[in-house]
Every structure is written in structure tokens, then in C-alpha cells.
């Protein structure tokens, strides 16, 4: 057996997220079924540093599996990348010691997200991006992004009817760039762990501050209500990316 740790990056428009489901094309099927194909065998199970939902992107997903027999990194990456369809690369291949597991071992992850302000849908970016047509004020954004960093309890956060009990996470960075050469906004958000929809959560309360519907401090709030109600809105999928894992 070798160890292998897969970094890639895919394109979630025609994928029901990345884990695997009955009769759904997901990124975990596709990725396993090649491994299949590769060893001769039905298929070779993979574990993902975390799912990514229908229509999320990933520009450095992480999976870890066991691979029968011996293959040199780099053959395994091009073997691989031979068999992916179009909406899906293997950026680099290693081969890790067995206790490196893509979920266990990380140590905190990055997220991007993608805000269009183009007044009408721009079709070339709406798989790509979350659109908001409204009037923003960026320096509100920028304040009430100092309170979203910190260890909280993100419940208000978290979407309803979530299994993890424990909603309390810490975000080391949050940030936005204003880039007005193509009329987005563009947030990144660094921590040891998300819930689910949490940064889609997040994005859509920072937008509504940024319209001035919310207070500037909200956030403050909202941690103590820990009331998913209250935050109210999700940003869409298409604007959001997986961008990095850390180990």
C-alpha cells in the first residue's frame, strides 16, 4: 500500500457537492471511480479534508487515500489528471506517511468568496460568483469584519438542523478586497474549522451591514442570541471557493 495526499481544484457547478451520493455525480465518485479504474479494482475509498456543497468550488481541496501497490507521486498525478473530466485538475500528488489523513490532520482552512455588484446577473460570472446589485458602504464591511475575528461561538452561523454540537470556532483572518476593476467584492476568511453554510451565513450579514440594514456590530450580537433566525440570509454557492487547507 502506498500513502498517497491529492491536492486539487474543481469547478462545483455540475457536481451535488463533493461527497459522494446514490445515483449524483459528486467529486468523491469521480475520483474514486478513477482510482478504481487506475487499480483494477471497483473502487479505492478517498477522505476529503471537508465537503464542499452543489455549485461550491475548490481552488485547493485536499484528499488522503491508501493505493494498492507502488506508483511514483508524479505518475500518479498524471495518470489521475488523464482520467478527470474537464471540471476537475490534480494539482500535485505526495505520498505521506499513513497517519496523514485529509480531514484529521488539518490544521485550519481558507475560504474565498466572490461578490458581484453589477447591477444586472453578469451571465459569464453567475456560476462563479454570489451577485448583490445594492448600495455597499466597503469601510462598514471592513469594521464589522474585526469582530468576526476571534474565537466565538458561531451558532447563529451554523445552518439549522446540524449535527456538531460544538458551534464554538476561531477565525485568524478576515478580510475583504474592494476590486473595482471587476466590480466584485472579494472576502477571505482563515480558521481552524467552518460549520456548515457558516461562511455563507457570515457573507450574506456582512452584505446587509454593508446596506446599512444591519448595525455595523451586529455580529456581537448575533454570538450571544445564538439564533440562526436572526442571521437571517446565505449567500449563494457559486461564489464561494475552497482555497487552501493547512497542515
Do not use: C
Request: proline fraction near 3%.
Amino acid at each position: 500500500m502506498t500513502h498517497f495526499k491529492l491536492t486539487l481544484a474543481y469547478d462545483g457547478t455540475n457536481f451535488a457537492g463533493y461527497q459522494i451520493q446514490p445515483h449524483q455525480r459528486t467529486v468523491q465518485g469521480v475520483l474514486q471511480k478513477a482510482l478504481g479504474k487506475m487499480a483494477k479494482v471497483d473502487s479505492i475509498h478517498i477522505d476529503g479534508s471537508g465537503r464542499t456543497d452543489s455549485g461550491v468550488h475548490a481552488l485547493g481541496q485536499v484528499v488522503s487515500f491508501d493505493y494498492p501497490g507502488e506508483i511514483p507521486a508524479r505518475a500518479m498525478r498524471l495518470a489521475m489528471n488523464s482520467l478527470m473530466p474537464l471540471d476537475i485538475e490534480i494539482l500535485d500528488a505526495e505520498i505521506v506517511s499513513a497517519d496523514f489523513h485529509a480531514r484529521y490532520s488539518a490544521k485550519g482552512k481558507r475560504y474565498q468568496y466572490r461578490v458581484a455588484r453589477g447591477r444586472f446577473t453578469d451571465p459569464f460570472k453567475r456560476l462563479y460568483t454570489g451577485h448583490y446589485p445594492y448600495g455597499l458602504d466597503v469601510d462598514r464591511i471592513r469594521t464589522a469584519l474585526k469582530d468576526v475575528v476571534g474565537t466565538h461561538d458561531f451558532t447563529s452561523f451554523a445552518a439549522s438542523g446540524g449535527v456538531i454540537e460544538d458551534k464554538v470556532r476561531t477565525i485568524y483572518e478576515a478580510t475583504v478586497q474592494d476590486d473595482q476593476a471587476n466590480h466584485e467584492l472579494v472576502f477571505e476568511f482563515y480558521g481552524n474549522g467552518f460549520l456548515y453554510n457558516m461562511v455563507r451565513i457570515i457573507v450574506a450579514t456582512l452584505l446587509e451591514i454593508g446596506n446599512g440594514r444591519r448595525d455595523v456590530h451586529d455580529f456581537l450580537r448575533l454570538y450571544e442570541v445564538k439564533d440562526r433566525q436572526q442571521a437571517r440570509g446565505t449567500a449563494p454557492a457559486s461564489g464561494l471557493y475552497l482555497k487552501e487547507v493547512y497542515y
